[in-house]
């Protein structure tokens, strides 16, 4: 070989390896995806059985509040926890653990014949199941810049994908197969991860050969608990993290509003026949996965300052039209325009606030930014059940268009046009 020849040969052989690194990561991401579709999937199943179940062993609904509360504070507390054992051991193992743990709860609480086992079924999904959480992380080691917020909402798309299969399953087979189903769909999805699934990008790798000298096992989730209130004060010193993660906590609680009251509307608002009350939510399902589709063509045409700005006027404008709502095809309407908006809303912030953070913090940074999620599950189901008990739908949503434009006021310093693009272009 001539040396001419060897620029030629080294050139070639460097696209090469780009070409298959890319198509490495590519696969990951497509991987990611499919395991939080099946993940979801096996929760949409659930969610009509858990109201059958608690009424089988004649549970109460201040018992079942509480366990709905106690399940979000155990979710507010181990969304860090995961998270972080995630920049430790590596993503992979720890979406095991999380399919794992969520198969034996699903479980048990298929067969369920006490509170007691429902409580407990119910505190191993709240300690164990982040695996969107793990998934957010997975897409922020994989992808960078405006791909990030795009592979966000491709995670939004299988959630909502998921639960527009889920839920219409269960309705058409009968809720009392729903459990076994979900534990085999929980199985798959094991395998998927555990053969096919690995923590391949150079982030991934750079965490896992620097964290050896660390604790592991029980002792880093004990670790990791004792630290995580300190992780979020360090997180907060970061650029728009306190706007955004205040934000997103009021954001939350509409999110929480909307969803602990979506089925009682349906039912007792507008008078639909429980056995359709699955197609309901699956239809909800439908409005998510287009949702996500519209956010990947807008997001190629809208900066992120833009969106940021579009979605809050649509969500709080929609919202307020929804409290004078009175018919149920009004409302199947309206419906579309919230989904999409906080669709587009949650991207982008979750987008900006993921970028300020370097690869090896970004488990810990998902999961706090899930804890600060999760409060919304302890308080919404509350306040919105008074809401919608003293007021109706009018002092529910009336309520969500408030919370809805409060939060804006919170994060829209952090989500300024200069500091979204400083960050950005770190």
């Given at each position: 070989?001539t ?5 030629f040969f080294f ?6 390896l780009?070409?298959a ?5 590519k696969?990951?991401?497509w991987?990611v995806?499919?395991v939080v579709?099946?993940?979801?999937m096996?929760v949409?199943?659930?969610i009509p059985?858990?109201?059958?179940v608690?009424?089988?062993?004649q549970?109460s609904p ?8 106690a399940?979000?504070f155990?979710?507010?507390l ?5 998270g972080h ?6 993503r992979?193992k720890m979406?095991l653990?999380s399919?794992?743990g ?5 479980f048990i609480?298929g ?6 086992s429902?409580f ?6 709240g300690v164990?199941?982040q ?22 909402g ?10 527009m299969?889920?839920?219409?399953v269960s ?6 197969y ?14 998927i991860?555990y ?10 790798k ?5 964290s050896k ?5 029980l ?9 995580q209130?300190?992780n ?5 010193k ?7 993660l ?5 954001q ?5 509003l ?14 639909l ?7 309901v ?8 996965v287009?949702?996500?589709l ?6 190629r ?6 969106r940021?700005w ?8 929609a919202?307020l039209?929804t ?9 199947l309407?309206i419906?579309?325009?919230i989904?999409?908006?906080?669709t587009v809303?949650t991207?982008v912030?979750?987008?900006v ?5 370097e690869?090896?913090?970004?488990g ?5 930014w899930?804890?600060?999620?999760s409060v ?8 919105g ?5 003293y ?8 309520g969500?268009?408030a919370l809805?434009?409060w939060s ?5 310093e952090a ?12």
């Amino acid at each position: 070989m001539t040396n001419n020849a060897w620029p030629f040969f080294f050139q070639a052989a460097h696209e090469s390896l780009m070409k298959a690194t890319e198509q490495q990561r590519k696969h990951s991401l497509w991987l990611v995806y499919l395991v939080v579709l099946l993940d979801l999937m096996g929760v949409g199943l659930i969610i009509p059985l858990i109201t059958t179940v608690s009424k089988s062993v004649q549970m109460s609904p201040l018992t079942y509040g509480i366990i709905s509360s106690a399940y979000a504070f155990m979710q507010f507390l181990f969304n860090p926890v995961m998270g972080h054992m995630s920049d430790i051991h590596g993503r992979k193992k720890m979406f095991l653990v999380s399919l794992a743990g969520t198969a034996i709860a699903y479980f048990i609480l298929g067969t369920a014949t006490t509170a007691i086992s429902i409580f407990f079924s119910r505190m191993i999904v709240g300690v164990v199941k982040q695996t969107v959480t793990l998934a957010r992380a997975a897409v922020s080691d994989l992808c960078e810049g405006e791909e990030r917020s795009i592979a966000f909402g491709n995670v939004m798309i299988a959630v909502s994908l998921a639960f527009m299969i889920g839920p219409a399953v269960s309705s058409f087979l009968g809720q009392e197969y729903s459990a076994y189903i979900s534990v085999m769909l929980y199985i798959i999805d094991f395998l998927i991860v555990y053969f096919f699934f690995e923590d391949e990008s150079p982030v991934a790798k750079e965490m896992l050969d620097t964290s050896k000298d660390r604790k592991g096992g029980l002792a880093t989730m004990w670790h990791s608990l004792k630290k995580q209130f300190k992780n979020a004060r360090e997180i907060y010193k970061k650029p728009m993290a306190a706007g955004l993660l205040n934000g997103r906590l009021v954001q939350s609680l509409v999110t929480s509003l909307k969803r602990s009251t979506y089925s009682l509307i349906v039912l007792d608002v507008f008078g639909l026949s429980p056995q359709y009350l699955g197609y309901v939510i699956s239809y909800h399902g439908i409005i998510g996965v287009f949702s996500g589709l519209a956010l990947n063509v807008i997001s190629r045409r809208m900066g992120k300052y833009s969106r940021y700005w579009v979605s809050n006027v649509l969500l709080s404008g929609a919202m307020l039209v929804t409290a004078w709502c009175t018919e149920l095809t009004g409302f199947l309407i309206i419906v579309p325009f919230i989904s999409f908006s906080q669709t587009v809303l949650t991207t982008v912030c979750i987008s900006v606030f993921s970028d300020g953070f370097e690869g090896g913090q970004q488990g810990l940074a998902m999961g706090v930014w899930g804890s600060f999620d999760s409060v919304g599950g302890v308080v919404g189901p509350l306040v919105g059940g008074a809401l919608f008990q003293y007021g109706g739908i009018w002092a529910l949503y009336i309520g969500g268009t408030a919370l809805s434009v409060w939060s804006f006021f919170i994060s829209k310093e952090a989500m300024s046009r200069e500091l979204v693009e400083d960050v950005t272009m770190k």
